[in-house]
């Protein structure tokens, strides 16, 4: 390894100390190291920060997460959870395991994790701990069931990786729905374990008919799901192009159709979505100058060649990627964490054999992981604050599903076949 | 900007007794650049869903009456130019409801007086960086006026799109240099909390600390 790279790794790691915002610390490393240690003109900086943000792909961002804001803001999500009690509501502990189940509805619709928490946790728990369930349960059940909204698609973390490593956003997205749903079942089984052994309540259960009508008012909502997923994979129309037709389908389904949005109140939802989307894009233009700088210095290449000679084996690499990740995630959020890491872990990857989608996936539920683990799980913060919880109490309350969440992990890292089986289906590729 | 002390909104509401040519400059600016912003955003959904209606209509016979009129080639360029507009103008606001977040575990941990240090140096930064760009972009769009490139489909000259960066990042230095001035003022750090911004729900104890 060059000198060049340590001293760009050291820069970065001691601005990123210093709490100023990620991207500042990405766009200054990158100034410092062409002013004073590079031959690369700065003037390049200037032009990358727009050529960087000058990709079709990169526009769902803004698409998913304008959709996301109204069906949050827009009533979906109280009809989703209200058909999820309808169809799991008379199990042991019925509450929690809708809870789960509205999450995954929510997650097929939304592509944030934090805003699936908002949208289902600030519905459930109050209703859980109404219920009498102990609000560590509670709040330990919807920050790791909110994991599903970067897992299932579509999921605005895997857009981030599709954009940084040049891969399909379509095959991402079709290799996140069966480790998804695998993730769902998972958590629903322990929490019906659990629930079972603790005696937590049940709810009476739902006629047919009321899961019908659950089923009917939700609809809509739902709806986006064939409408996304349909398109995608029907060829209607690209991913960036359904992120669009999501966001105006939202906008009518919550204004005109459930009418629980004022149309008054459009442009507030409108402002919160750009203020979001205008965040991760800044960070990732400034990211996208960051691993120009990487290249340029030929880091990633070296680096690969370096894991190579050591002998790692495919197996040993997915391994380290699950370690650093799961401590890289303790301190930042999912989005910078991919835009720095997975152009420097692509070229092991490709070199090991590993699949790029597969990496994707593994990438995504290490991110899940992380949001779930102290200091900074941003679901954990989230859900506490629902809760009005104190931290050291949450911390207590993720520590179990942590365990769960990594088992699956472990399970998706090393049968690739459950993410890659269905977008092998789809597009009739091999390998 | 990720916060030291716990606060929960990000901007006050106006409360001075005479509107004065400077606050009246700021309240005109904080307008343009919340109008700017949803605005792109949503002309920017439109258009593309006009241009797949478009695409579709067209291959039915009976329309092309009417769809063979209309192009919507540049579609997709104008929405990622409105886009990149809305990025670069929304992440000046994003300094002002404090949505830029760092890794602040460390800082957290000492006392008081070292944060301020910490605060004062990170947002002195984004000032930097900022002007920095808004510089280099500056002299890159006469640079680009100079060749007098235009766009691939709808033949804009280059330089007023390249325009959103010496803009954008002026406007985001100013934000940064507003947020310290307010800092030093005694004003606690603009925090973006998620369910509040998210939801509309009242739920005043979820900070922000990081996002997906």
């Known amino acids: 390894m060059s000198g060049n790279s340590g001293i760009i790794l050291i820069l970065l790691v001691a601005l990123l100390m210093t709490g100023m915002p990620i991207s500042i610390a990405l766009g200054l490393v990158v100034l410092t190291f062409l002013f004073f240690f590079s031959n690369i003109p700065v003037e390049i900086v200037s032009q990358r920060l727009f050529t960087g943000l000058d990709q079709f792909a990169l526009m769902a961002i803004p698409f998913f997460i304008l959709a996301g804001a109204f069906l949050t803001h827009g009533g979906v999500a109280a009809r989703i959870t209200r058909l999820g009690t309808a169809i799991v509501g008379h199990f042991s502990g019925g509450l929690a395991l809708s809870a789960v189940l509205s999450c995954a509805f929510f997650a097929a619709v939304s592509g944030s994790s934090p805003a699936t928490v908002v949208a289902i946790g600030s519905i459930m728990l109050p209703a859980m701990m109404q219920q009498g369930y102990p609000k560590k349960f509670g709040v330990g059940v919807i920050a790791t069931s909110g994991g599903l909204g970067i897992l299932i698609p579509p999921s605005i973390v895997m857009i981030i990786y599709g954009v940084s490593t040049s891969s399909s956003i379509g095959q991402l997205f079709a290799a996140g729905i069966v480790p998804g749903i695998l993730m769902a079942a998972v958590l629903m089984l322990v929490t019906w374990i659990v629930a079972k052994k603790r005696n937590y309540p049940t709810l009476p259960r739902a006629s047919l008919a009321e899961v019908w009508t659950a089923f009917r008012e939700s609809v809509w909502g739902l709806g986006l799901i064939v409408v996304v997923f349909g398109g995608i994979y029907g060829g209607v129309f690209t991913p960036t192009e359904a992120a669009a037709v999501s966001a105006l389908y939202g906008f009518v389904v919550s204004v005109f159709i459930y009418k629980d949005l004022k149309l008054s109140e459009v442009p507030r939802v409108l402002k919160d979505a750009a203020n979001m989307s205008a965040m991760l894009m800044y960070i990732i233009t400034n990211a996208i100058l960051f691993s120009f700088l990487l290249t340029s210095e030929n880091i990633p290449q070296n680096l690969a060649q370096w894991i190579i000679d050591q002998g790692l084996t495919a197996w040993m690499f997915l391994l380290l990627v699950n370690i650093l990740l799961f401590f890289a995630g303790d301190f930042m959020e999912p989005s910078s964490i991919i835009l720095i890491l997975a152009p420097i872990f692509l070229p092991v990857a490709q070199q090991l054999g590993v699949d790029p989608i597969h990496l994707g996936i593994v990438m995504v539920i290490n991110m899940e992981l992380g949001m779930i683990t102290p200091p900074v799980g941003l679901n954990l913060y989230v859900a506490s604050g629902l809760a009005r919880m104190g931290l050291t109490e949450t911390t207590i309350a993720a520590a179990p599903w942590i365990l769960v969440v990594t088992a699956v992990l472990l399970l998706v890292t090393y049968v690739p076949e459950i993410s890659l089986w269905l977008p092998r289906l789809i597009y009739a590729t091999p390998g | ?212």
């Open chain 2, 1 to 212: 900007m990720r916060l030291i002390a716990p606060c929960q909104t990000a901007r006050k509401p106006h409360t001075r007794m005479r509107p004065t040519t400077v606050s009246r400059f700021k309240a005109a600016l904080d307008h343009l650049e919340e109008g700017v912003i949803a605005l792109f955003l949503a002309v920017a959904t439109l258009i593309l869903f006009a241009s797949i209606v478009h695409r579709y209509a067209s291959g039915i016979p009976a329309l092309w009456e009417y769809t063979q009129h209309v192009s919507f080639n540049w579609a997709q360029e104008l929405t990622i130019y409105l886009l990149i507009w809305m990025a670069k103008f929304g992440a000046a606001y994003g300094v002002r409801t404090g949505i830029h977040v760092g890794v602040d575990v460390l800082v957290r941990k000492l006392s008081q007086a070292w944060q301020r240090v910490f605060v004062i140096f990170s947002l002195l930064s984004g000032a930097f960086f900022t002007a920095v760009i808004a510089w280099l972009g500056a002299s890159f769009v006469l640079q680009v006026r100079q060749l007098g490139q235009v766009s691939p489909d709808l033949e804009l000259p280059m330089w007023i799109i390249y325009l959103a960066i010496p803009l954008g990042s002026s406007l985001m230095c100013f934000r940064f240099l507003e947020v310290l001035v307010n800092y030093l003022k005694g004003r606690p750090l603009p925090s973006h909390s998620y369910a509040e911004i998210e939801t509309g729900v009242d739920t005043p104890d979820v900070e922000m600390k990081s996002r997906a």
